[in-house]
């Protein structure tokens, strides 16, 4: 009497993994694994809700798949750890890996490929896919990578700088492919942040979470990048602002500040504004100068420029790019800002000017795109 | 991390360099050992994990262009201009800067060419547009 209720349960909740986008085979698995629970257990009496009683164990039959897969990966990747690091607490399993796997030895990319296969669990064909390179190319990549790492010593104390800075790199790159790297780096950093308790883990953490807060209103249903004055702040996703306030707070209350952390308190008080009219430019301002103070980077001292911008005008702006020139050639966010710097001072030409410039120089299709709407509306403007 | 498509030139580009003879002037061991280099650049960058692509190209070549409303497309048949530059081919890269696609770039111009010396051929190196990245601010 059960039989003939799942036999058509079955397929729907084959169909609602499949549509959440787990992969067929696995939901497959998953589902004929739930319906074999559920003939044992219904046969005492059916649930209230079949179909949410299966999604449920499908579910969670799929988790446990995807767990046992990941623990398969890790003891692959295990065999060249267990030899330097000897007997391991389970406990810092993520933070050694880490460690490993961002090694200093590495390059930035290698560092990227092999963390994602060895701590995030990926397969290497998703990780060839969300980098848009062949599978074989990754392949060889991390198996390189590995062979890099195995001939290193591991007695030295890592760097936890050099593990943070690969987890910014992965969660910059985004959305590239079917793979959401955003929340795969975001993920690794939760993983890290319970087991190292530095502060700049969390400030990274909390940057991460409230940068990708804002992730539904960044793109609209075009592709297009909207720039942050211009988002619809309602699809902000409050949990996660919430959430990234509450671990930066605690991260400054350490008193032990350092970039992340203070980009982080930058995302902050722009996820704090109810519409950009209500931004505390004068406090997002401090932060910068801290931040230039802290780092000397000239893609900070740019973003302060935009800041100045906003606290002593346009004119104060532009000054706070001058110098900037040398350090920053051919980068095109010193024509974007001096462009939006332009653009509030009145002079449009000018403005319309650097823009192309900018979108000439954008090494990305989507801010190109966005310059040259910005030249164009300019232009159009003037007509 | 950042692709970069590495072309090469039937014609076009700078100033051709001294051992630049055209192919159709080598001895038959002198092309095999360029092909041979060619090869082997690919399988380089294989086991570094940094091969995405290479193709050849026929230097023949049609233009092809929209010929307006309910009328056949307009194709013009080659030979192009002399001036116009030629794609030969290209090695599509992903690397981690842009200096690495400079390095690959001068050890694909090192091909040997007629004598077995290198034919100091010039690459055009050009960046693949990505992603943006997340963090803007």
């Known amino acids: 009497m059960n039989d003939g209720l799942l036999r058509v349960l079955g397929p729907q909740v084959l169909a609602a993994l499949v549509r959440r986008g787990t992969d067929f085979a696995a939901a497959e698995d998953a589902v004929q694994e739930g319906l074999l629970e559920a003939h044992q257990a219904w046969a005492e009496g059916r649930p209230d809700d079949p179909k949410g009683w299966l999604l449920t164990v499908a579910a969670r039959k799929l988790i446990d798949a995807h767990r046992s897969d990941a623990a398969r990966r890790r003891r692959e990747d295990a065999a060249f750890r267990e030899r330097e690091a000897g007997p391991t607490e389970q406990a810092d399993d993520t933070l050694l890996l880490l460690f490993m796997c961002c090694h200093p030895a590495l390059s930035p990319a290698s560092a990227v490929a092999l963390t994602l296969r060895a701590v995030g669990g990926l397969t290497t064909k998703e990780i060839a896919d969300a980098f848009l390179v062949p599978e074989a190319t990754m392949a060889q990549r991390i198996s390189r990578a590995k062979r890099t790492v195995a001939g290193q010593s591991f007695t030295q104390p890592a760097d936890v700088a050099v593990v943070l800075r690969v987890l910014y790199l992965i969660f910059n790159e985004g959305y590239t492919g079917r793979i959401d790297l955003a929340a795969e780096a975001i993920r690794l950093t939760r993983q890290l942040a319970i087991e190292c308790d530095e502060p700049e883990v969390a400030g990274l953490l909390a940057l991460m979470v409230l940068h990708h807060a804002r992730g539904a209103a960044r793109i609209d249903e075009h592709g297009a990048l909207v720039p942050l004055d211009r988002q619809d702040r309602s699809r902000w996703d409050t949990t996660e602002i919430a959430e990234g306030i509450r671990i930066l707070q605690t991260a400054l209350a350490r008193d032990r500040r350092g970039e992340y952390q203070i980009q982080a308190a930058i995302a902050a008080l722009h996820d704090d504004a109810p519409s950009p009219d209500d931004t505390d430019w004068q406090q997002i301002l401090a932060w910068y100068d801290e931040l230039v103070a802290l780092t000397d980077n000239p893609v900070a001292a740019l973003s302060r420029a935009v800041a100045v911008g906003e606290v002593d005008g346009p004119l104060a702006g532009l000054r706070a790019t001058d110098g900037l020139d040398v350090r920053l050639l051919g980068h095109h966010r010193l024509d974007a800002v001096r462009a939006h710097l332009h653009e509030k001072a009145g002079h449009l030409d000018t403005a319309a000017e650097h823009y192309a410039r900018a979108a000439a120089a954008s090494r990305s299709t989507a801010e190109r795109d966005h310059l040259a709407k910005q030249v164009a509306r300019l232009r159009t403007a003037r007509r | ?137």
């Open chain 2, 1 to 137: 991390m950042p692709k970069y498509l590495l072309l090469k030139h039937y014609r076009g580009g700078p100033e051709p360099t001294p051992n630049f003879a055209p192919m159709s002037e080598w001895t038959e061991d002198e092309v095999t050992a360029h092909i041979a280099f060619q090869r082997e650049v690919g399988r380089m960058l294989s086991a570094r994990g940094e091969f995405v692509d290479a193709q050849a190209l026929s230097p023949e070549g049609t233009y092809v262009r929209y010929g307006g409303p309910d009328a056949a497309p307009v194709v013009t048949d080659g030979p192009f201009p002399e001036a116009k530059e030629l794609i030969a081919g290209w090695f599509l890269v992903d690397v981690d800067s842009e200096a690495r696609a400079h390095e690959i770039a001068a050890h694909v111009s090192s091909a040997p060419g007629q004598g077995g010396q290198p034919i100091y051929e010039w690459i055009e190196v050009r960046p693949v547009m990505g992603n943006a990245p997340a963090v803007t601010e």
